[in-house]
């Protein structure tokens, strides 16, 4: 178990990274599982940061006013996935999906105000633009450090780059095999192999760091 982290609470809001896709366990039900932690998951699959009438799973603020009261110890959190479409789609831009994180931290800083927060940052997505990516990264790690929010930074600490096509068809999925994710993927979902190798030491370490601080 993680040093310090077992019974200790965790909020959890995002995306389908966050949610799982077609599968209802993720990187963050990995992660309470092998620490012992108690997980509350609020993420919608098709969530953005900003707000874009066209996105499917709405707003991730809303997901942080809708959770109960109760604070937890930490809060977990991804963003900017979905929202790579939907600037490179021209349905918002960089500075309003910045400001709209701002308003996504400060209300979580509001509501739970001695909550850990952690931003967990996806790998390098092959199916986003770019561009469109760093720009909305670099937004994302400015924003979160002004605000002394903790960084899981899977982008930044591990190799998982799905702009690779090995590690796409490896460690990504779409669909499920004999009720569980299976490979050949698009690049943007984690299978079990690329939650279990990339995504869960990265955060269970930043878990394990803030709880040890």
Known sequence: ????LAGRSVYAF???IVHGHVYPRSFVDVVAERTGMTLSKF????????????????????????APAAAPDFILFDGGT???ESVFNGRYDVGTYSAELEKTLCTMKRRWPASHVVYVS?????????DTQVALREETLRVCRNGNVAIADVFGDTPFDTRDDIHRAKYTFDDLVDGLPGAEGS???P????ITIFYVPVVTAGLEQISSS
């Open 187 to 189: 690049g943007t979902h």
């Open 43 to 66: 993420a919608r699959n098709g969530a953005t940061i900003g707000a874009d009438p066209h996105a499917s799973g709405g707003q991730i603020l809303a997901q942080v006013e809708e």
């Open 82 to 84: 979905n929202d790579a």
């Open 14 to 16: 995002g995306d389908s």
């Open 122 to 130: 996806a790998h390098k997505l092959g199916s986003r633009d770019w």
């Open 1 to 4: 178990m993680g040093t310090g």
């Open 191 to 194: 299978n079990m192999a690329g």
